[in-house]
Nanobody, 122 residues
Framework: QVQLVESGGGLVQAGDSLRLSCAAS????????MGWFRQAPGKEREFVAR????????AYADSVKGRFTISRDNAQNTVYLQMNSLKPEDTALYYC???????????????WGQGTQVTVSS
């Protein structure tokens, strides 16, 4: 099992940028697909982005495509989510997750962090 710790969340204004980080420990994540998910109050957890173990393949939710970028540094055992042009509807608790499958579904991930809060004011 890999342990994941997210950081970098905060309160920003619409149009601002944030960079989330996900630090892994326990096992190297270099062989895992890594994903970012988010959950707003009263809503289900939803897929945001994922990156393959090599970093060559990425996927994004339509709602963040062109604004968010996922990347990874396997040497540092860290995954990032660069979020630009933030909107109030991006407000949510953001989770980092690891999977042994190349998937975008919540149930496909078996290791999760505790989340970091992102709040975007209008």
């Amino acid at each position: 099992q890999v342990q994941l710790v997210e950081s970098g969340g905060g309160l920003v204004q619409a149009g601002d940028s944030l960079r989330l980080s996900c630090a892994a420990s326990g096992r190297t994540v270099s062989s895992y697909t890594m994903g970012w998910f988010r959950q707003a109050p009263g809503k289900e957890r939803e897929f945001v982005a994922r990156i393959s173990w090599s970093g060559y393949s990425t996927a994004y939710a339509d709602s963040v495509k062109g604004r968010f970028t996922i990347s990874r540094d396997n040497a540092q055992n860290t995954v990032y989510l660069q979020m630009n042009s933030l909107k109030p509807e991006d407000t949510a608790l953001y989770y980092c997750a690891a999977s042994t499958y190349d998937t975008t579904t919540v149930h496909g991930y078996n290791s999760w962090g505790q989340g970091t809060q992102v709040t975007v004011s209008s």
